[in-house]
Structure formats: structure tokens, C-alpha cells
């Protein structure tokens, strides 16, 4: 029976039970209130019409003025006759109350009026009582009548209330069951519901789901099986450490190459925490620690991890890929897990540090004759060695920016290889902003003339005293200015400004150049880089230096620019 039908007739056996219970109750009441109705209408009104006739006798026989009384009555008694031998006796009233009329003090005829009166109530009180009875057998019976019905309601109710929610309600519960069991990938789970209607029918759709799921899952797991082994295989042949993580940070897998140079072995680390397991290796420390901010990191540069393998330094370069899954019927993206591979930078490395000793050495090998050049030209110009053309003063004049240009890259080169093996030599004391700014603008005032450039100083009063490397914080202030008359039109301008800002003082220089685009801002400070469409008039390594320089002393550099508005760059440092 389909479970609307069920429904239908429940309810519907319900509503007659209470059409039923009603009638019976309806039909109970009027019933009592019509015996009730015979006994007042009937009975009690000839009673107290004989009540009333007795009374007017009374009157007749003091003061023989009370027959109207009496007939009245009489006449009302008359009309109310319902029981056997009460017309009778109510025509014996009638033929004795002529004679009275006649003998008004005859003491007999009073005594059988009162007789026949007395039969009368006799009558009416006898019927009184057996009307009575039958209200109280009405009564009974309807009370038995309602109690039935009331019974048949309940025990109906009651069968419907025990047995319509289970019926309706253990199918579902069934189904649900079975549903976990499928979502837990138990897909031999079946729902056994032999009825016939909507629930059997949805059974046997999901049994059908079932079998599909189960032959499916069946007919894959040897791939995936084969596939899982490839892939295990495949990350244990790469020549880079890699290691995977769940979302948990519980350690998946782990290749050989990652095994090696952490001292662990498999049974180690495979399948416990990452965060347990790192607490006694320090190369595991250093991979996991900063998971929760690789969106963060990926913004900056990669710092290599220096790492002892093979019996000698390793400099690895840590990559971490966050494994996401969009899940089936779900919009968003859910974590799963990270993937960290360690790319072996030792070969670069060492190449860098062969660059950075051949930049070092013939930069300063460079130096010397660069500066005999010079001299040359020094002693070319002297009025005693000899007279100069206007051709040979050309010659000379273009000598000397050669070898201005070549001195300043071979400064550069010998600066960055001091930032890149670390041996930057500073020599921290209090210097007054001041006296750097006046050292930097002794240095571009030539160039700034050159190009009629003006030079606009904003310095605020009373400047603190700040903790720098007096001569290359002038040097850094140098590079901005003749960076900012570099790409300034002649005639320009360039707003130089110092300033307390928070805990120290604030350098910044402003062009009117065209300014950096947002994609190149991030990189402006990278070694080598320039700005693609710029004029390459230098070597791209002194914004570097500068950046090495400022966070060396402890402070902060950077620019703020837009295309038309000109470039504004700016270091902190922190004041005495």
C-alpha cells in the first residue's frame, strides 16, 4: 500500500471515528432532553394544577368564593390528561364540583373531590417515577454508548500514533543509515525494505546505486593501486628531497633523496606529525614552521637553506605547493595538503661565489689603472706640459667620463661583492642628517647644474642625531639623487626631505620623472634589474647596494611611485 494511501486512510478513520463519537453524543443528549421534557410538560403541571384545585377547596369551604379557582384549573387539567385513568378520574372532579356548587359546605363532597385529586397526583407521581427510569436507562445507555465509541477512537488513534510514524519513519532511517555507509565508501551496504510502495521503490533505486558504486569502485582500485605505485616510485627517482603533507601536517610520503639528508629513516616519519617529528630534527623544524604564512612568503624573495649532506655544504631552495580540491557538489576550495620540494642550488651557489671573487678581484685590479688614467688626464691638462687643442680637450673631456663611469661601476662591483659574501664593513656612530645631506648634495651639484635641475630642500628643525654609517648612507642618498637627475627633464625638479618619522628620521627624494609601473615596483630594488624602457645608463646594481647598505644599519628602504606622478624613494633609520 503506498504510504499516501496509508496516510489518507488513517486520517480518514480518524475524522469518522469523531463524526461517529459525535453523533452518539448528539443523539444521547436529545434523547435524555426529551424524557426530561415529557416528565416537566406533562407530569409536574397536573401536579400542580391538583396542587391548585386542592387549595381553592380550602377557599370554598371558609368562605365559599373560590370556584372560579377551581374550574380554572380544572379546565388546564383537562387539557393535560397523559396518563392511564386520569380522564376518568378528572370527569369525576368535574360532576362533583356541579353538587358543590349547589352544597357548598357539604363536607363529604369535599372529601371525595380530595380523594379523586389525590388519584390524579397519585397517577402523575407514578409516571414521574417510571418516566425517571427510562431518563436513567437513557442515560446509561448513552453513557455505554460513548464509552464505546470513545474506545474505538482511542484504540484507532492509538494504532495510528504506534504504527504510522514507524512506518514512515524506519524506511527513512534505514535509508539514512545505508546513505553513511555509502558516503563512507562501505559500498556493499544494501537497504532490505520489501514493501510495495514509495519507500520500497527508492530501496530499490538505492540498492541499484549501490551495485553501480560498488562494481565501480571495484573496477578501479587495481588502477589506482598501479597508479599510487608509479607515482611513489616516480617522486622516489627524483634527484630533489620532497616531502608531502596532509592537511594535518601528517607526513604522507617521503622520497630518498628527502630521507638523506634529514638522517631519518621511513618508519620515522612516515605517517606521524610533522610538528612531533620536528621537534628533534632541525631540518624538518625549518620546513613546517612556516606553513600557515606560504601564501605570504611566496610574495618574497626565496631565502636558500644552507644544509650539511654529503659530507659538505648544500644550499637548497625550499618551494612549497598547497594541494587544493574543489569537492563534489561543494563551490569552494578546500586544503589538502602541501607538497615541499627542496631544489639543490649548491652548483649555482658555488658559481656565484667564483663571479663574486672574479667580480672582486678585476674590479680591484681595475682600480689601479683607472686611476693612473686619471692622473693621466691631470697632468694632460697641466699648462706645463704642453698646449691643448680645442680637439685634443674633447679627446680628453670624454677620457675622463669613461673613466668616471668605469671607477663608479668597479665601486659598485667591489660594494656588491662585500653585500654578497657578507663582509660589508660598517662603521656605525651618531650622524647628524644634516652632515649627510650636505655630503650627498657637494656630490650631485655639478650633475644637477648640467641639467639646470633645481634642488628643493624640506628638512624639518631640530632633527635628532641618527645610529648610521655616515659615509655609505651618504653614498645611498647619492644613488637616489642621481638616479632622480638621471630620469628628471632638464629644467626639472627634485624635492629632498628629512623628516622624524615614529621612532627615527626619514631621507626621501622626489622626481618628476615618469615614474614606475606597479608590476616593476616589487623588483626596483632587485640586483641587475632595470626598469624595461628605461635608458640602461647604469649597471642596475645600485639600488641593491642601497637596499644592502639600509637594512644593514637596521633600517627600512623603499619608493613609492605611479606612471606620470614621479618617483618618490625613501630610507629610515632609527635615531640616537
Not at 453513557?143 to 470513545?150: E, F, G, K, M, R
Not at 636558500?304 to 631552495?317: G, H, Q, R, T, W
Not at 683607472?370 to 673631456?397: D, F, P, R, V, Y
Request: charged fraction near 25%; glycine fraction near 6%; charge should be neutral.
Amino acid at each position: 500500500m503506498k504510504i499516501k494511501t496509508k496516510l489518507r486512510l488513517g486520517i480518514g478513520l480518524l475524522f469518522l471515528m469523531i463524526l461517529i463519537l459525535s453523533a452518539v453524543g448528539v443523539s444521547s443528549i436529545n434523547a435524555l432532553r426529551n424524557d426530561t421534557k415529557n416528565i416537566l410538560t406533562d407530569n409536574y403541571n397536573t401536579l400542580q394544577y391538583c396542587k391548585n384545585m386542592i387549595a381553592a377547596l380550602d377557599v370554598i369551604r371558609q368562605k365559599q368564593s373560590g370556584f372560579d379557582d377551581f374550574e380554572k384549573n380544572l379546565d388546564l387539567q383537562k387539557k393535560n390528561i397523559t396518563e392511564p385513568g386520569e380522564g376518568e378520574a378528572t370527569g369525576q372532579i368535574s360532576r362533583q364540583l356541579a353538587r358543590l356548587k349547589e352544597n357548598p359546605k357539604d363536607v363529604n363532597l369535599h372529601l371525595i373531590i380530595i380523594k379523586d385529586i389525590s388519584r390524579i397526583m397519585e397517577l402523575n407521581m407514578t409516571a414521574i417515577q417510571r418516566k425517571s427510569r427510562i431518563a436513567e436507562n437513557t442515560a446509561e445507555t448513552a453513557n455505554q454508548w460513548i464509552v464505546i465509541a470513545s474506545t474505538l477512537c482511542f484504540l484507532l488513534g492509538m494504532t495510528l500514533f504506534v504504527n504510522l510514524p514507524g512506518n514512515i519513519a524506519n524506511p527513512v532511517r534505514e535509508l539514512t543509515d545505508s546513505i553513511r555507509e555509502i558516503a563512507a565508501k562501505n559500498y556493499s551496504q544494501r537497504v532490505y525494505y520489501r514493501g510495495k510502495n514509495e519507500f520500497g521503490e527508492l530501496a530499490n533505486s538505492f540498492n541499484t546505486m549501490a551495485e553501480k558504486l560498488e562494481e565501480y569502485n571495484s573496477s578501479n582500485l587495481s588502477k589506482i593501486l598501479v597508479e599510487k605505485m608509479r607515482t611513489e616510485t616516480l617522486i622516489n627517482n627524483m634527484h630533489e628531497p620532497v616531502i608531502g603533507l596532509d592537511e594535518n601536517k601528517i607526513v604522507l610520503f617521503i622520497n630518498n633523496e628527502a630521507l638523506k639528508i634529514s638522517g631519518l629513516g621511513p618508519d620515522e616519519i612516515i605517517g606521524k606529525s610533522a610538528a612531533e617529528v620536528a621537534l628533534n630534527n632541525d631540518l624538518l623544524r625549518s620546513l613546517v614552521n612556516d606553513l600557515a604564512q606560504t601564501e605570504k612568503a611566496d610574495s618574497l624573495p626565496p631565502v636558500p637553506l644552507k644544509i650539511y649532506a654529503d659530507n659538505k655544504e648544500s644550499y637548497f631552495e625550499k618551494e612549497v605547493v598547497s594541494i587544493t580540491i574543489k569537492p563534489t557538489g561543494e563551490r569552494e576550495q578546500r586544503l589538502i595538503g602541501h607538497v615541499i620540494i627542496l631544489k639543490n642550488i649548491t652548483p649555482f651557489k658555488e658559481l656565484d661565489f667564483a663571479k663574486t671573487n672574479f667580480i672582486a678581484t678585476v674590479s680591484h685590479e681595475l682600480k689601479t689603472p683607472i686611476s693612473s688614467i686619471k692622473m693621466s688626464l691631470l697632468l694632460l691638462e697641466n699648462q706645463n706640459t704642453g698646449h691643448i687643442n680645442t680637439e685634443q680637450q674633447q679627446l680628453i673631456e670624454s677620457i675622463r667620463e669613461d673613466s668616471d663611469r668605469l671607477l663608479k661601476i668597479t665601486g659598485e662591483l667591489l660594494n656588491m661583492s662585500q653585500v654578497e659574501t657578507g663582509n660589508i664593513q660598517l662603521n656605525i656612530q651618531l650622524s647628524r642628517p644634516e652632515q649627510i645631506l650636505e655630503y650627498a648634495l657637494e656630490a650631485v651639484k655639478v650633475q644637477a647644474e648640467q641639467k639646470q635641475i633645481g634642488l628643493y630642500i624640506d628638512k624639518a628643525e631640530d632633527l635628532p642625531d641618527v645610529k648610521a654609517d655616515t659615509e655609505k648612507t651618504a653614498w645611498v642618498l647619492i644613488n637616489f639623487l642621481t638616479n632622480a637627475i638621471r630620469y628628471s627633464q632638464p629644467s626639472g625638479q627634485i624635492q629632498i626631505r628629512i623628516k622624524q618619522h615614529e621612532n627615527g628620521v626619514q631621507f626621501s627624494v622626489k622626481d618628476d620623472g615618469q615614474g614606475i609601473d606597479s608590476r616593476y615596483r616589487a623588483k626596483i630594488f632587485n640586483r641587475y634589474f632595470q626598469v624595461p624602457g628605461s635608458a640602461k645608463s647604469g649597471t642596475g646594481l645600485g639600488l641593491a647596494i642601497s637596499k644592502e647598505f639600509i637594512e644593514a644599519q637596521g633600517g627600512h628602504i623603499g619608493v613609492n611611485s605611479e606612471i606620470g606622478m614621479g618617483s618618490t624613494f625613501f630610507f629610515e633609520l632609527a635615531k640616537s
